[in-house]
């Protein structure tokens, strides 16, 4: 005991700067997490018919859609390119209170698109497809273009009222050409668009690979998609990330008949943690619908690098999936899922999380909400700094306590 007071004494003179450099230490060595999902639960579902029509438009072709926590309600972009009726997107109020059930998704308001000379786009001048919602109030919409007109895709900015309000750059080695040697497949490019939660970042991918970076996806092939990264106080893009899809799940019947997987939404979980909705559709055999947690932390960066075929793709890190949901464990039946949000979370803490259809405006497919509930496991906790000295004290006390009583 006396040789603990003798060396108690002398170490309250230890200097703060040690401990501040210990506390330092122990910070970096355990650094927070990213958010992990750790399970999903089917909460229930709602439909509409096709030729459902509220405010003398065709209700339908859902394939984007974002929450708004202040007013509780839901905004779903339209994929009509203007044709049944203006390019548009509807405010939806949804009640997840106790699950989702029929007649529990209710639309509320038809909001037309202008384009920059404040007028309705002109049929077939756009495909919209994702929409996200800005803490400013405003939403910014993708749209895929059209390949085969050499209509470029775009990621522009709107407010909710509808008026175009800023167009992003998009890089060049998306915009389609007339040999198709390089650019965006038509009907498989900008399908996703997200938010991270502290609205610096927007993302955006290709549904299947650019025609300069490899095959469309197929039975037994995959297809090299790329993640488009947003700086959004810089106004410009500023990464870009390799995702390789998933093949096309099964083969049509007959089988010389259309088939395809694709990329067809993105949600940020943090600036490097997404949810991903993968689509394949064979003729005869329906939809297959598969739910992926992805990693961006590791990814390379191939901004640079105008065309993977010409390079070896194995040399690149590509976005991290893990499979969360085959769609096909609930027992539905599918229809064309291509948009997801987080809702508010439920009475016992876990997200919810929304997805949508595009019912391609077809009798024979219909309009789908989903409804489910995410759990996560949340950062690991780092101790108070106040904590951490007590720690640091507490072992250099403990080392010093060693090395006096080897030396007596």
């Known amino acids: 005991m006396q040789k603990i007071t003798r ?29 992990t999902i750790t399970g999903v639960d089917f909460l229930g579902q709602s439909t509409f018919p096709t030729q459902t029509f509220f405010q003398e438009t065709q209700l339908g072709g859902l394939s984007g859609i974002t929450y708004d926590p202040a007013k509780n309600v839901y905004y779903s972009i339209s994929d009509d390119r203007s044709q049944f009726n203006p390019a548009r997107f509807y405010t939806l109020q949804i009640d997840i209170s106790d699950g989702l059930e029929q007649g529990e998704v209710t639309p509320l308001e038809v909001t037309t698109l202008l384009n920059q000379n404040n007028q309705p786009f002109p049929a077939l001048s756009l495909d919209p497809e994702g929409i996200a919602l800005t803490s400013n109030g ?11 007109q050499l209509i470029n895709p775009f990621v522009n900015e709107f407010s ?11 890089p060049e080695k998306f915009f389609p050409t007339a040999d198709k040697s390089s650019g965006i497949r038509n009907n498989l490019s900008f399908e996703s668009l997200t938010l ?11 549904e299947n690979a650019l025609f300069q970076d490899g095959a469309a996806a197929d039975i037994n092939i995959s297809s090299p998609s790329r993640i488009l990264k947003y700086d959004l106080s810089a ?66 960066d191939i901004s640079n690098i105008n065309s993977l075929s010409q390079i070896d793709i194995k040399s690149i890190k590509t976005a991290k999936k893990e499979l969360l949901l085959d769609f096909s464990e609930l027992k539905l039946t599918l229809d064309n899922i291509e948009g997801l949000t987080f809702g508010p979370d ?63």
């Open 7 to 35: 060396f108690l004494k002398p170490l309250r003179k230890i200097s703060l700067s040690l401990v501040g450099g210990f506390t330092t230490a122990i910070i970096a060595a355990h650094p927070s997490e990213a958010v």
């Open 160 to 170: 909710l009222s509808g008026q175009q309000l800023k167009a992003l750059p998009v």
């Open 196 to 206: 991270t939660p502290n609205q610096k970042y927007l993302f955006t991918a290709t």
């Open 346 to 408: 439920l009475a016992d803490g876990r997200k919810s999380l929304i997805v949508v259809s595009d019912n391609n405006f077809s009798d024979t497919q219909f309009t789908q909400i989903l409804a489910f509930g995410v759990k996560t496991r949340s950062p690991r906790e780092v101790p108070e700094p106040s904590a951490i000295a007590s720690f640091a004290f507490l072992a250099l006390v403990g080392l010093q306590l060693k090395r006096r009583v080897h030396s007596s």
């Open 235 to 300: 106004g410009k893009p500023v990464a870009e990330f390799l995702y390789v899809t998933e093949p096309v799940a099964a083969a049509p019947i007959p089988a010389t008949d259309f088939k395809t997987n694709g990329l067809v939404d993105l949600l940020a979980v943090d600036d490097n943690t997404f949810l991903s909705l993968e689509r394949s559709f064979s003729v005869g055999v329906g939809n297959t619908i598969k739910l992926f947690e992805v990693s961006l932390e590791k990814a390379t």
């Open 138 to 148: 405003t939403v910014f919409i993708s749209s895929e273009g059209d390949a085969n």
